[in-house]
Structure formats: structure tokens, C-alpha cells
């Protein structure tokens, strides 16, 4: 059973940081490439930030040079470390493998970044 779980959203000031986990069972996590998706409200689903097998990663304008992506292949865990937050980051997060794959999306994380 694959199971995809986000944690560590919460309710932050503008310029405050967060880091999000993601958790990862029932897939060869080694063998893909994964992203960090965000919805908000009245808005569709995007990519924030992908990271591949390799380690290289790609990030949406919104948030380049403010969030960083990682993983750890060992314990099968992906992060992101989101700094300078600003309250158009607020949305639901969520990861998936990338190109995301309906069934393996999970609860998401919510992340609210007050002004």
C-alpha cells in the first residue's frame, strides 16, 4: 500500500519559515522523482518544487530562491524548507511523485503565513 504523509504545516507570520516532511512507504522512493505540490483555495493544484533521482531540482518562480527541496533516500523522507514566507504561500501542501499520480495523493499540510 503506498502511503504518502505531510507534516509540519502550520500558522506563521510573514518572513517566518517552516519546514514541511514527507513521509514515504510502498514505492522504490529512490527510484523517482518527487514534488511538493500546493492548493489553495480557488485555485488549481501546483507544482511548487520537484527534486529528481539525481538530487538536481527545479523550482516555481513564486518561490525560487526562498524554498529549498531535499530528500533522504535512506529513510525515504522528502522536505521542504520554506523561508520568508509570504501570505500568498498560504495553501494546503502536499507531495507526490512527479509527474504526480492520482491514487498516491494524501491529506496535504496546511501552511497560513499571516501578513
Known amino acids: 500500500q503506498v502511503q504518502l504523509v505531510e507534516s509540519g504545516g502550520g500558522l506563521v507570520q510573514a518572513g517566518g519559515s517552516l519546514q514541511l516532511s514527507c513521509a514515504v512507504s510502498?514505492?522504490?522512493?529512490?527510484?523517482?522523482?518527487m514534488g511538493w505540490y500546493r492548493q489553495a483555495p480557488g485555485n488549481q493544484r501546483e507544482l511548487v518544487a520537484r527534486?529528481?533521482?539525481?538530487?538536481?531540482?527545479n523550482y516555481a518562480d513564486s518561490v525560487k530562491g526562498r524554498f529549498t527541496i531535499s530528500r533522504d533516500n535512506a529513510n525515504n523522507m522528502m522536505y521542504l524548507q520554506m523561508n520568508s514566507l509570504k501570505p500568498e504561500d498560504t495553501a494546503v501542501y502536499y507531495c507526490?511523485?512527479?509527474?504526480?499520480?492520482?491514487?498516491?495523493w494524501g491529506q496535504g499540510t496546511q501552511v497560513t503565513v499571516s501578513s
Open positions: 510502498g514505492i522504490a522512493f529512490r527510484a523517482y522523482s
Open positions: 527534486i529528481r533521482t539525481g538530487g538536481s531540482t
Open positions: 507526490n511523485i512527479d509527474p504526480p499520480r492520482p491514487t498516491y
